[in-house]
């Protein structure tokens, strides 16, 4: 066929097109529930060598399409992401392939969903690299009325659905171009077309039976978004000035005589000194706005430090005589001076954390500079307590990338959180879909945890999301404003909540089961 290349790049685009358009355009994320198909198609039709480098073209155009705008916070961070992702996923795409060689029947196609879920699993618990941005579940994020069943499975049952519905639908294909459909009794056909739109719409079905708890407890909430560019935040204003702009914008808008918690994005305060929170500048001022408003309670983010006398953790550094850990943190206060803390746990590779320490700090070293982030995160996930006199509100903050965690902030609930809280500052990529993105994962997460959301972005997106993931209160990009509100207050718990990814666990099992048994197969055969 002499058309035939062109066919087989025709197919890789299309699937890379399919795959990214939930990522691209709101309210797509039914596209992927048809995205594998024709790369599945070019992958039975492939003849001869070379067909890695073809698959791995796909995932690298998709992650390409879908995260590009990387680029414009660290251009050797987005080259890294986008390729070692797309090498991550073609080196799942080929295990499967060979698989495909042992095993018979459809255990190939469920060894490669198995397969893929279970990496998706450990880049979200395990992994120090990692990047879990594209787990198919997140494909839903801007179509959350088809998946509220998330709160039973979490967004990992998002791309079980996606490859049941990808394979379902190629299934169909293969067996009507084969002619094995037609040698089929009718119950047979019937039964075949049945389940296959099981597959793509029975989810669609479910998600309206879901319901959500109803809040008979609000707190009044005041979103600050003092929209700062970062990349000139101490070029134009000193902290000081921040703190300034940040409080002369929300002053208005705070209740008197009712509780409010009062919000500022990711790491507004610089150079805070935990041990000593009086020695920081920004804390005073704070301290003294909030006498005037004593209902509040203020949340806000600021780049901390610990400072001990002998060195406590492998990223520690030295400054003075003293050594110093550095911390991306939330907290939390109020007129009494009183100061909690959370520490960001999942930190961004590179601009963050430096992964496996052990390894990588001696090759930093003998390249000549600090060339990684070197922030600690604190080992288990904790709440923080927003307290009026009427009582204290428990609530759980995702600091930015933590909110792409599913199963991680499942972990506030657990600790008793009633309401669900995300700081971060989005203002790094520009005007591009990363941040779009990136909101829209907090969606997911009210679904999961069935929690209210309040996100405050330095730059936007800010907002209050329901339990339902629907968004209630939206502020724009790339303004000054304020976004008030009521936020509920829950206490139910979701099945994801109490047990867990069971569709991560399953899958993993299923992978080793499968693994196993190709490898199995292949020693009988080689023995034979």
Known sequence: MRNRPLIFAAAGVLSALLLSLPWLVPHC??????????????????????????????????????????????????????VANALQMALVFGSYRLAKRRLGSVLPYIYLAAAWIAWEKF??????????????GNAFADTTSLVQWYSVTGHLGGSAWVWAANLAVFGIMVALSDGRM????????????????????????????????????????????????????????????????????????????????????????????????????????????LQE???????????????????????????GNAWLTSRNSAIVTDTSGRCQVFHKSKLVVGTELTPYPKLFLPLEKLLGGDLMGKCVGQDKVSCLRAEYPSGNVVF??????????????????????????VITNDAWWGNTPGYRQH?????????????????????????????????????????????????????????????????????????FLLAAAALLRGRKTSNS
């Not at 880049?123 to 198919?136: G, K, N």
Request: contains cysteine.
């Open 293 to 319: 408003h004593p209902d509040a309670n203020l949340l806000f983010g600021a780049s901390a430090y610990n400072v001990d006398s002998r060195r406590r953790d492998i990223l520690s550094f030295r400054h």
């Open 123 to 136: 880049y979200l618990d395990a992994a120090q690299i990692s990047w879990p941005w594209l787990v198919l």
């Open 182 to 289: 037609t040698a089929w009794n009718a119950k047979a056909r019937a039964a075949a077309f049945v389940g296959a739109a099981a597959a793509v719409f029975g989810p669609m079905a479910v998600s309206p039976l879901i319901r959500h708890q109803e809040a008979e407890d609000k707190i009044d909430v005041v979103i600050g978004q003092p929209n700062l560019d970062p990349y000139m935040k101490f070029r134009s204003y000193t902290q000081e000035q921040q703190d300034r702009i940040f409080l002369d914008l929300v002053s208005p808008y705070v209740p008197e005589g009712r509780p409010s918690l009062v919000m500022a994005p990711e790491t507004f305060t610089s150079s805070f000194m935990l041990h000593d929170p009086a020695s920081n500048a920004s804390f005073g001022r704070y301290r003294l706005w």
């Open 439 to 511: 909101f829209n994962y907090s969606r997911l997460r009210a679904i999961e945890t069935d929690r209210w959301v309040v996100r405050c972005g330095n730059t936007g997106i800010s907002g209050i999301i329901g339990p339902d993931g629907k968004v209630l209160e939206k502020g724009p990009w790339w303004e000054r404003a304020v976004i008030t509100g009521k936020a509920g207050l829950l206490d139910g718990i979701t099945p994801f909540v109490r047990y867990g990814d069971i569709t991560g666990r399953a899958a993993v099992l299923l992978f």
């Open 29 to 82: 994320g039914a596209a992927a529930l048809v995205g594998f198909v024709p790369l599945l198609v070019a992958e039975r039709l492939w003849e001869g060598k070379g067909f890695f480098l073809y698959y791995f073209g796909v995932f690298l155009l998709w992650n390409a399409f879908t995260t590009w705008w990387i680029w414009n916070a660290t251009p050797g961070g987005a080259v890294f992401a986008i």
């Open 396 to 421: 759980g903050c995702a600091v930015c990338y933590e909110s792409v965690y599913g199963a991680y902030c499942t972990a506030y609930v657990r600790e008793g959180a009633r309401l669900m809280t």
